[in-house]
């Protein structure tokens, strides 16, 4: 059985005080309204990681993840933060290779494979992104740009270690836009990138590994999305802001 995740992205958005209201509101619904098997991760900013997983506390069905970290593990880099020093924190999960990574500071394969590395190293999960952006899929070029993607971050990994990672799919044609894959369009995806990994690591460990779908997800659609066969879960964005609404996102799973 692979694990169910939802992943909210809160990117660059919210003070302290707001952080810290949507992490309550959001903890006290799933401890009321979520079933167990449903892991939520809340992907805060930097100075929001630890606040926010002490209002978590102890409850075990949330935890809190990094949206970035250095392929350096110490140094004179900055402004960048470590993973290590998420480590230190107690952080579990990290996200690499978001597509806003990759366009507004460019992130690319190989960067990306050192970061999944360095994470790895530090124990953290990392959860990977990859997905193409319109252009790309109007010359129906989609799946060999996300088959690329994934060969050149990840398939350097051994078949234990790939285990460890979550791979999300974002094409970034749906990503704030309000356009959603549809759920055929998602599962198609998510079967290739699936099909890809049995090719290198076989078809038991492939079924081991979460596909999380991400791109304008909402409480409108995400039932649809989540009952795709390789669709294991959400990496939301705008919505993971609205403690309501994605709780519903939640609860859809
Ligand atoms: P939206 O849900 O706002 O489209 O963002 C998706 C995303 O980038 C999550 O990482």
New binding site residues.
């Given amino acids: 059985m692979r694990a169910k995740i939802v ?1 909210g ?1 809160w ?1 660059m958005n919210k003070t302290l005080e707001e952080a810290n209201t949507l992490t309550s509101e959001i903890s006290g619904m799933v401890a009321d309204e979520v079933r167990g098997d449903v892991k939520v991760v809340l ?1 805060a900013p930097f100075p929001y990681l630890l606040p926010v997983k002490k209002l978590i506390g102890d409850q075990t069905r949330i935890v809190v993840g990094a949206q970035n970290c250095s392929e350096h593990e110490a140094g004179a880099y900055t402004g960048e933060v470590s993973a290590p020093m998420l480590a230190s924190m107690h952080i579990p999960y990290v ?1 690499l290779g ?3 990574r990759r366009q507004y500071f460019g992130e690319g394969g190989a960067l990306l494979a050192k970061k999944v590395d360095v994470a790895l190293k530090h124990n953290l999960t990392p959860i990977y ?1 990859c997905g193409e952006p319109l252009e790309v899929r109007e010359r129906n070029e989609h799946e060999a740009l996300v088959k690329k993607q994934v060969e050149e971050s990840l398939f350097h990994l051994d078949a234990e270690t790939i285990k460890k990672i979550v791979i ?1 799919y ?1 094409p970034v044609w ?5 356009k ?1 894959a549809s759920a055929q369009q998602a599962q198609d995806m998510h079967a290739v990138i699936r099909k890809h990994l049995a090719g290198k690591y076989g078809q038991a460990i492939a079924d081991s590994i979460s596909i999380l779908y ?5 409480a409108a659609n995400a039932k649809e999305l989540f009952a795709c066969a390789d669709v294991d879960g959400g ?6 802001l609205k403690s309501r609404e994605f709780v519903e996102v939640i609860k859809s799973i």
């Fill in positions: 992943a992205n990117k992907c996200i978001h597509s806003e992104c999300a974002e749906a990503i704030g836009t309000g959603t991400g791109g304008s997800v909402n990496l939301v964005g705008g919505v993971s």
